[in-house]
T-cell receptor
Framework: AQKITQTQPGMFVQEKEAVTLDCTYD???????LFWYKQPSSGEMIFLIYQGSYDQQNATEGRYSLNFQKARKSANLVISASQLGDSAMYFCAMREYQGGSEKLVFGKGMKLTVNP | DTAVSQTPKYLVTQMGNDKSIKCEQNLGHDTMYWYKQDSKKFLKIMFSYNNKELIINETVPNRFSPKSPDKAHLNLHINSLELGDSAVYFC?????????????FGPGTRLTVL
């Protein structure tokens, strides 16, 4: 079963508008972490934002904020005031612990296109 | 200064060859990882090392052999390359194996097997 679900394969948004990228997750572990990464066409994976399962506040990093709804198991990324440079693939990931180490389990990603 | 670096960035080779990808991090992190991104952009972990010790081996064929000469380096050697090995391989690192630390990724190595 998928542990991270990103149902939107692609989205289009106008420059300067806000956009929400959906992510739902599945875990029975009470302690977990959720991440969003951006992958522009150049290919690198850029860390955007992190939310811990015990964090009381929703995470924010500049124009990025995470709408964390624990009961619904959702961790949506909100990008305010979209810029052309925000056009990229976006991946939601969850940290899992295995054998004393951790690994990231990724969703399938979604492609955001910002139009001028 | 590049935090996590990989060489080469592109690698094109024939089926059956043996090749290596190198990874270095200058963040002082204890844990390093290899991830594979397939043609559909799906990312999956392959290995993790903590202080030169293999921690995670995610059912990867034994043609793939990671080697960690020190905690700043994690190289990936692939024997008898197959067409299905074509992918982008990402190295990553984090401070602690079981902590709450972000994984930082290298730029990726695009491997094409002909």
């Amino acid at each position: 079963a998928q542990k991270i679900t990103q149902t939107q394969p692609g989205m289009f948004v106008q420059e300067k508008e806000a956009v929400t990228l959906d992510c739902t997750y599945d875990t029975s572990d009470p302690s977990y972490g959720l991440f969003w990464y951006k992958q522009p066409s150049s290919g690198e994976m850029i860390f955007l934002i992190y939310q811990g399962s015990y964090d009381q506040q929703n995470a924010t990093e500049g124009r990025y904020s995470l709408n964390f709804q624990k009961a619904r198991k959702s961790a949506n990324l909100v990008i305010s005031a979209s810029q052309l440079g925000d056009s990229a693939m976006y991946f939601c990931a969850m940290r899992e612990y295995q054998g004393g180490s951790e690994k990231l389990v990724f969703g399938k990603g979604m492609k955001l296109t910002v139009n001028p | 200064d590049t935090a996590v670096s990989q060489t080469p960035k592109y690698l094109v080779t024939q089926m059956g060859n043996d090749k290596s990808i190198k990874c270095e991090q200058n963040l002082g992190h204890d844990t390093m990882y290899w991830y594979k991104q397939d043609s559909k952009k799906f990312l999956k972990i392959m290995f993790s090392y903590n202080n030169k010790e293999l921690i995670i081996n995610e059912t990867v064929p034994n043609r793939f052999s990671p080697k960690s000469p020190d905690k700043a380096h994690l190289n990936l050697h692939i024997n008898s390359l197959e067409l299905g090995d074509s992918a982008v391989y990402f190295c990553a690192s984090s401070q602690d194996a079981g902590g709450h630390d972000t994984q930082y990724f290298g730029p990726g190595t695009r491997l094409t097997v002909l």
